[in-house]
């Protein structure tokens, strides 16, 4: 044994809980493969035991070799855990750009890893589905760091230690007030304030803007201006200026308007999805699929998801398997971002940290929105939760304005200042000038002749 037995004992009892990759060689080739079970037997001899799965190419290879190694992730390396997960399935080669060193056994081992542990087969077990390989330490290493990656049911998380950050360090705010923020408002807004509000709020630093969507002015007036909103739109590289469309006409009015992102959904709730679009959920998502390759033909990037995900006022609460089946469906269509909508404002922190956990390890590199209502005052609780729970993109709306001409109770989406101050407070950046923002504001609500429910436009 060629490392000291305290460094050992103090592996196995700060490290147990991580995130590990299991590490072996095929020949020439390195194999790697995640592992959630990994403990030590004995110390004397040192022992440590994993379980893997039979039908897992590594578990044939380390049968075969009598050689693994086990590495612990630290908290810096999520994606190398989603990596070797296999839920980045673009990375052909799991070792590619990692720094690696060849063990005592011949297996590669994960230098920038917390611990690693290289050991030679000293027992199988059969485990039904599964083999426990007992292995006999033969070299180790710990570092001195306590920060690992840990795996908590089925949400790949980072240490709650409070001297590592547990919420990105970044986060993308999507301006939705000029579509769904003034939807519902019986005063007409001008076209002219609507340029002139896009503008301001790309200059305040929101680098996505919903600015209108291409629906039936019957149903929605406050839009029946949407092609010459886009017309009048300056051309800006650093600002995408986004439509909202509901069926293939709006897809097409949307493409000749010459917008260059559209969103679309589909209810989760067949109720919602009569009163919205008068079709069921089936139909919704057949149709949705052929908008996504009309716009795709076009050169246009499509934003789809999932709406009333969190609950339906017509139903009630929504089945996650349904949700989480939709959201499948939508990232086989090769969509660019995926949103889950609060469309009710139903949804509260625990239920949106469950969904998240579900649907945001499919979405893979695909980017995964939230879209949320403060109907019943839980719109920040929800982004919280949903930001801890890894979900970086979120729609908001300034002033607060918002609600679904179909939902006659949701009313108000997140503020778009009262969310960036919060994230701002929590060292969290947006990019996003809540002064500017909250102007906007104010002047909107001087226009309508009422407060809207931001806050922090009333204490600037």
Request: net charge negative; with cysteine; aromatic share 6%.
């Amino acid at each position: 044994m060629t490392f000291n037995a305290a460094d050992f004992k103090r592996a196995m009892s700060q490290f147990a809980s991580g995130v590990t990759v299991v590490t072996t060689q095929y020949g020439e080739t390195p194999i790697g493969v995640t592992a959630s079970s990994f403990t030590s037997l004995s110390l004397e001899p040192p022992l440590v035991l994993v379980s893997l799965n039979k039908q897992l190419f590594t578990h044939k290879v380390i049968a075969e070799t009598g050689a693994f190694a086990v590495n612990v992730l630290s908290a810096q390396q999520l994606e190398i855990g989603m990596r070797f997960a296999g839920l980045r399935p673009e990375i052909t080669d799991r070792f590619a750009g990692l720094k690696t060193l060849t063990a005592v056994t011949g297996c590669p081992l994960l230098t920038e890893s917390l611990a690693w542990v290289d050991c030679t087969l000293w027992a199988m077990y059969d485990g039904g589905d599964h083999t426990i390989f007992v292995g006999e330490v033969k070299d180790l290493y710990v570092s001195d760091l306590d920060m690992p990656l840990l795996y908590h049911n089925r949400l790949w998380r980072r240490s709650e230690s409070l001297h590592v950050p547990t919420v990105p360090l970044e986060v993308m705010l999507v301006e939705v007030g000029l579509r769904d923020g003034i939807q519902r408002e019986e005063t007409f807004i001008p076209t002219e304030m609507k340029v002139e509000f896009a503008c301001r709020l790309a200059d305040a630093g929101l680098r996505q803007i919903q600015v209108s969507s291409f629906v039936n002015p019957r149903i929605v007036p406050q839009m029946a201006d949407a092609e010459e909103v886009f017309a009048r739109l300056p051309k800006r590289d650093d600002v995408v200026f986004s439509a909202l469309v509901l069926n293939l006409k709006g897809v097409e009015r949307a493409i000749s308007a010459g917008v260059r992102q559209l969103e679309m959904g589909v209810p989760a709730s067949e109720a919602l999805a009569r009163k919205n679009a008068n079709t069921t959920i089936a139909e919704g998502m057949d149709e949705i699929e052929a908008m996504i390759e009309k716009a795709r033909a076009h050169g246009v990037k499509v934003r789809a998801g999932v709406q009333a995900a969190f609950g339906c006022i017509y139903e009630g609460k929504i089945d996650q398997a349904r949700v989480v089946a939709m959201a499948r469906r939508l990232l086989a269509m090769g969509i660019d971002e995926l949103s889950l909508s609060d469309s009710a404002g139903l949804a509260n922190p625990q239920s949106v940290r469950r969904m998240v956990q579900e649907v945001l390890p499919l979405a893979g590199h695909v980017p995964l929105v939230i879209h949320l209502h403060d109907t019943r005052g839980q719109g920040l609780a929800n982004l919280l939760s949903a930001l801890k729970s890894g979900v970086t993109t979120f729609d908001v709306s300034f002033g607060g304005l918002g609600g679904c001409p179909f939902i006659p109770s949701a009313r108000g989406n997140i503020p778009t200042e009262d969310t960036a101050y919060m994230l701002h407070e929590m060292g969290i950046d947006t990019g996003v000038n809540i002064e500017k923002v909250a102007a906007v504001t104010r002047q909107m609500e001087a226009f309508l002749g009422k407060e809207l429910p931001a806050k922090m436009a009333h204490l600037l």
